[in-house]
């Protein structure tokens, strides 16, 4: 099992910076893919920023590129997003997810195991 635990979150103002940790525990040698994913209340969960394992290559959706760096540490089982330029729109309860299958998917449900959120709000 593995189990994922975020920390960072809190109340910015708009145009600030914001830097989310995921800490990962137990089996992470089967966690690929890792992502950030977002939700707001009464809103389907949605993607944000997505990291491969090997390459690290990322990708991000259409709203936040640019702005947001996603970045991961084999060696310490973290995942990061460093927020900057941060928009009221922004504000949502951020959310860690890994995935045992060795994919591209911003699907949230392809990812296996997710921590439990860390509040983001953002204030204009």
């Known amino acids: 099992q593995v189990q994922l635990v975020e920390s960072g979150g809190g109340l910015v103002q708009a145009g600030g910076s914001l830097r989310l940790s995921c800490a990962a525990h137990?089996?992470?040698?089967?966690?690929?893919?890792m992502a950030w994913f977002r939700q707001v209340p009464g809103k389907e969960r949605e993607f944000v920023a997505r990291?491969?394992?090997?390459?690290?290559?990322?990708y991000y959706a259409d709203s936040v590129k640019g702005r947001f760096t996603i970045s991961r540490d084999n060696a310490e089982n973290a995942v990061y997003l460093q927020m900057n330029s941060l928009k009221p729109e922004d504000t949502a309860v951020y959310y860690c997810?890994?995935?045992?299958?060795?994919?591209?998917?911003?699907?949230?449900?392809?990812?296996?195991?997710w921590g439990s959120g860390t509040q983001v709000t953002v204030s204009s």
């Open positions: 997810a890994g995935s045992i299958v060795l994919g591209l998917s911003v699907s949230v449900k392809d990812y296996n195991y």
């Open positions: 990291i491969s394992r090997s390459t690290g290559s990322t």
């Open positions: 137990g089996r992470t040698s089967s966690i690929y893919p």
